[in-house]
């Protein structure tokens, strides 16, 4: 009993890292630009894709080949940013979000055509020897997943908290107008904050597809979970969106093993729905101050 | 009668005659086949229209309210055995039920909470059609509805077909304009400038918002029932996320708070699909490549442009600019 729920928790948190990471992307864009970014799901398949891609195409070693992976999705998301977004920056937020959806929609179908409607798989960065733990064979993936993922969250916060240009960025999340006053250039910030989020989704992305196998379709409902995740933890706040992350995570895994598998997906949203009638500003927001 | 009763059924009236003579140069069954489609989606981004352009509240869940009074509808009519009639209403019903339900707590949200909130419901709703394997049919699909028949004459004929969903779509569009320049139109216009304006003044905002999601429901609702007997055969992937984007896309693409754009956009982006399928595999990739460009070339929709080009072409005239239908029912876009 206790084992089974071990084993819950365990499955649960790793996938939660990923859904926590593509959070986290959605909350730097938002954060910089005032965007919700639907393509956000699609750096996540790009990681991963781009993983396989590198390693069975071009030989690379795995840690080669996910280093370049991810820093492709980086340079995919700037370029994101420079062809779509910055010609329209001054648009209504729904232009923009459309905007994003056509991106998400032309990457999907690049994807489909250069890698085809199969599924890949990723081998896994450390052994497969399963690892005894509480009753529960945790896969050493998910450990792997787990560490790369708080390696990432402690170094953002660095680079948040101690960079220039960290600093810059959370400047412009707090008062675009006044950032700029200060010499911060908003258009480069927005820039940065296309091309991180590219990175953290596409290590998300790398890091879930040794679990989950992937295809050039999976980044939308993955897009669909961060986007849950930061709006469970609270828009706008980093520590929620990689909570949520994880708390979406837990509540899939254990509703597909109490409940039903069939109804994973729809568990989440359900627990979500039902927490933002109560909380209409998520777990962590601030409730909203309009001004008049 | 209202001074803008004439004009609007003047509208509407054009509206169907174009409506009803397009079929005439159209060389084959196939193009009337996209019609009957687009009329069906225009008919939700009618509603959808009301909802997010004039009242200025998105959903991101419409395709459910569709999908929920076809399935309705396709069970009444086969396994319950009811009259196509009795399936319709119950259908509609179904839908306007369901969206008061969800739309009490749910429209408390703002912005992106109310976004994530619809677009969760959509999404639960999809999953429930296609787990729900003995009422629905599952992945697979509900196959067997009759093909309409009302009052003893059965549209088997897609003309035929295409007649009805036009006249459906033009009662509509009169029906949504005369409600825009009515008093529920300004008060849904005035929450969308300023929610605190508008309860100032007095507007039952919280009324106001369930009333325009039920109706939007609705017309998604009369939609998924002429979908169902159209077909004959409704499966939950026509009424995935998907589907609830391509709509808020019709909407916006056309021009939000116009009329005309909301029907244009919807005939756009259903015929577009269409229109590239001799473009084979990579198909997705300029229709996705249009979208973008849509957004960023023309920012206030084909009605903006539309009306943009008309005083441009005026001014050259050295006339007086009439504005195009969408810009004059108030340019609320953003």
Redesign the interface.
Known sequence: MLAAAAQYLVSGLTVGATYGLTGLGFTMIFNTTGI?NFAQGEFVMLGGMMSVFFRTWLGLDLFSAITLAVLATAVVGAAMERL?IR??QG??P???V??T??????I???A??VWGKDTFSLPPFGGTAPIAFAGAAVQPQSLWALAITLALLTALKLFFSTSIHGKAMLACSCQRKAASLMGISVARMSLFSFGLSGFTGAVGGAILAPITMTSYDVG?MLG?KG??AC?LGG?GNPFGAAVGGLLIGIMESFGAGYVSS??K??FA??V??LL??VR???LFGKA?V?R? | MRPWHARNLSRAGLFAVALFMAPLFLPNEYYINILILGAINALIALGLNLLLGYAGQ?SLGHAAFFGLSAYATAYATTRLGLPIPAGMGLGVALSALVAWLIGM??L???G??L???T???G??VN??MN?TVDVTGGPSGFVGIPRLALFGFIFDSDRSYYYLTAGVLALAALFSLNLIDSRVGRALRAIHT????AQTAGVDIAGYKLFVFVLSAAFAGVAGVLYAHFLCFVAPSSFG??FS?QL??MV??GG?ASVWGAVAGAFFLTALPEALRGFE??D??I???I??SC??YM?MGMAGAASGLRRRLGRRRGGGAPGAPGSEEGGH??
């Not at chain 1, 959806?101 to 032309?106: N, W």
């Not at chain 2, 300023?194 to 304006?197: Q, Y």
């Open positions: 919700i779509t010609p329209i648009a209504s729904i232009n923009l459309i905007a959806i056509g991106v998400s929609i032309l999907r179908g690049a489909m055509l939308m669909l986007f849950a709006i828009l069939a109804y997906d729809a949203f359900v979500l729905l933002l009638f209409p500003s998520g909203g309009e008049v | 998105i707590p749910t408390r949200l703002k992106h909470y976004a994530m909130a677009l969760g419901f999404i639960i999953i429930v787990e300023s929610e605190r304006a996320f998907h984007v808020v896309v916006v693409l939000m595999e990579v997705i990739l229709y996705g490549a979208l973008v957004v960023m920012p876009a953003g």
